[in-house]
Nanobody, 122 residues
Framework: QVQLVESGGGLVQAGGSLRLSCLAS????????VAWFRQAPGPEREFVGR????????DYADSVKGRFTISRDNAKNTVYLQMNSLKPEDTAVYYC???????????????WGQGTQVTVSA
């Protein structure tokens, strides 16, 4: 069973930066895709971006492209979300999720963290 724990959220002014971390444990596969999602108040959870653990290829939602960067440190079993030029509309709870790559292309994530709050003030 894979466990994911996010950290690094907080309050930041617009234009500022934050780096979120997602620590994986419990047998995470080295071939997993790990994604970041976010959820503002409301029912919809928005895809932010993902990274394939094996080759570090990434893709991003248009809303964050050029501002957010996902990276990973295999030795630390950690995936990072570097968020720059933050905007108030980036305010949300951010979650990391993991699954096999073939499931990731279908948006089917098996493992989720508990989330970390990011608040961007105007």
């Amino acid at each position: 069973q894979v466990q994911l724990v996010e950290s690094g959220g907080g309050l930041v002014q617009a234009g500022g930066s934050l780096r979120l971390s997602c620590l994986a444990s419990g047998g995470a596969s080295s071939s997993y895709s790990v994604a970041w999602f976010r959820q503002a108040p409301g029912p919809e959870r928005e895809f932010v971006g993902r990274i394939n653990w094996s080759d570090s290829s990434t893709d991003y939602a248009d809303s964050v492209k050029g501002r957010f960067t996902i990276s990973r440190d295999n030795a630390k079993n950690t995936v990072y979300l570097q968020m720059n030029s933050l905007k108030p509309e980036d305010t949300a709870v951010y979650y990391c999720a993991a699954t096999a790559p073939w499931k990731a292309t279908r948006g089917m994530y098996d493992y989720w963290g508990q989330g970390t709050q990011v608040t961007v003030s105007a």
